[in-house]
């Protein structure tokens, strides 16, 4: 079994705003992400809040996903991570982090990273773009859950992907779009755009 962990309990600083809940096609940030989740073959979903709990649960309801509550989200990411680690079942083999303001991501990503790992071997999996890292990462639980709940601070795991770059097995994608963010107001126009062209796309496919 594997586990999808969102990662939606910041405030969004340099928003000024919950990015989570800005608006994106006829839904939010955050539902577009955790639509995709819910759409990949990732086995259960769990969608960490923290500093708009209520909002962005209310924002979620329609899915099925798991809400857990992170009272702790001010200590940054890494707390996040481990209150999602720490609702996962025990038959969870292998989790996958993904990000709630990353909302490109698309299921056939996701279902990429699950497929490689099953065919590698290798214990992290994430995408690569002309050899530049990003997100969503996948971690075989066995052999990276001390590491992550060691974590602290808000740099997340990637001082574990740093640490261990001989662990890792990439999976190639076409476009950084992917791994666009929403951190400052251009960003949310410049997704908005990509977020738009895509699907008209799919619309004409």
């Not at 075989?140 to 709940?149: C, F, P």
């Not at 808000?154 to 261990?164: C, E, K, S």
Request: hydrophobic share 45%; proline share 4%.
């Amino acid at each position: 079994m594997i586990a999808g962990i969102i990662l939606a309990a910041g405030t969004a600083k340099r928003m000024g705003c919950s990015k989570q809940l800005l608006p994106l096609g006829e839904k939010t940030i955050v539902w577009q992400v955790a639509n995709t989740a819910c759409l990949s073959k990732i086995d259960t979903v769990i969608l960490v809040t923290g500093a708009y709990h209520e909002q962005v649960s209310a924002a979620v309801q329609d899915l099925d996903l798991s809400l857990v509550h992170n009272p702790n989200w001010a200590a940054g990411q890494a707390s996040s991570l481990k209150a999602g680690l720490q609702a996962l079942h025990p038959e969870v083999s292998a989790v996958m982090f993904l990000l709630a303001d990353q909302p490109l991501v698309t299921p056939a990503l996701i279902n990429a990273l699950l497929d490689q790992y099953a065919r590698s071997g290798r214990s992290i999996i994430c995408p690569a773009y002309n050899n530049h890292r990003g997100t969503p990462v996948l971690f075989d639980r066995k052999t990276w859950q001390k590491s992550l709940d060691n974590l602290q601070g808000d740099r997340g795991a990637r001082q574990i992907l740093a640490a261990n770059p001989d662990c890792i097995d990439f999976v190639a994608v076409d476009s950084e779009d992917y791994f666009c963010d929403v951190d400052t107001e251009s960003d949310y126009r410049k997704v908005c755009a990509l977020f738009a062209d895509k699907e008209a796309r799919f619309r004409t496919d």
